[in-house]
Antibody, heavy 117, light 105 residues
Framework: QVQLVESGGGLVKPGGSLRLSCTAS????????MAWIRQAPGKGLEWISY????????YYADSVKGRFTISRDNAKKSLYLQMNSLRTEDTAVYYC??????????WGQGTPVTVSP | EIVLTQSPATLSLSPGERATLSCRAS??????FAWYQQKPGQAPRLLIY???NRATGIPARFSGSGSETDFTLTINSLEPEDFAVYYC???????FGGGTKVEIK
């Protein structure tokens, strides 16, 4: 069955960097667009980045544009999020999700990121 | 940029009752509208897509409707496992609404 497993979260100081990974299984990864969505503690969902399949087109939310970079490695069936210049407001659980057409039909369990001095 | 506003923020109901959740878009939108359910400590789960289509494995008590700026998720006869937070979403910037918590009265 479809599985998405995130990793790479942790505690980092403001201004620091982290690289999140999402490993996919149970479907043909290269055929699907993928996304990162985050959820700050006690808050709602915030979409932050999207990468299409094929020759990828990439989108970012304004809140992370210029600081975060999404990428994918179809051979490794993996999605990545390079996060630089982290701020305290980036503290959240980060989910990767598969996009079927435009909707998010499968989600990983999430990886927590804490940005704190 | 489309903004989605969900109401009410909290809905207190008893098992067996009907839940009606609303999501209003800041401008008229097309049919690329979805609803998700999230339980504490879990990832969100897709319930409804393209306004009214149930996702795979979603029970028939969940239904979606609406058009232009007003969209509704209806849960007929709430089951204990339905008490959760529900989010609406539109294709535009993949925006999410702020969520409605359905709690046990």
């Amino acid at each position: 069955q479809v599985q998405l497993v995130e990793s790479g979260g942790g505690l980092v100081k403001p201004g620091g960097s982290l690289r999140l990974s999402c490993t996919a299984s149970g479907f043909t990864f290269r055929d699907y667009s993928m996304a990162w969505i985050r959820q700050a503690p006690g808050k709602g969902l915030e979409w932050i980045s999207y990468i299409t399949s094929g020759d990828p087109t990439i989108y970012y939310a304004d809140s992370v544009k210029g600081r975060f970079t999404i990428s994918r490695d179809n051979a490794k069936k993996s999605l990545y999020l390079q996060m630089n210049s982290l701020r305290t407001e980036d503290t959240a659980v980060y989910y990767c999700a598969r996009s079927l057409r435009w909707r998010f039909d499968y989600w990983g369990q999430g990886t927590p990121v804490t940005v704190s001095p | 940029e489309i903004v989605l506003t969900q109401s009410p923020a909290t809905l207190s109901l008893s098992p067996g009752e009907r839940a009606t959740l609303s999501c209003r878009a800041s401008q008229s939108v097309d049919g690329y509208f979805a609803w998700y359910q999230q339980k504490p400590g879990q990832a969100p789960r897709l319930l409804i897509y393209d306004v009214s289509n149930r996702a795979t494995g979603i029970p028939a008590r969940f239904s979606g409707s609406g058009s232009e700026t007003d969209f509704t998720l209806t849960i007929n006869s709430l089951e204990p496992e339905d008490f959760a937070v529900y989010y609406c979403q539109h294709l535009s910037n993949w925006a999410f609404g702020g969520g409605t918590k359905v709690e046990i009265k």
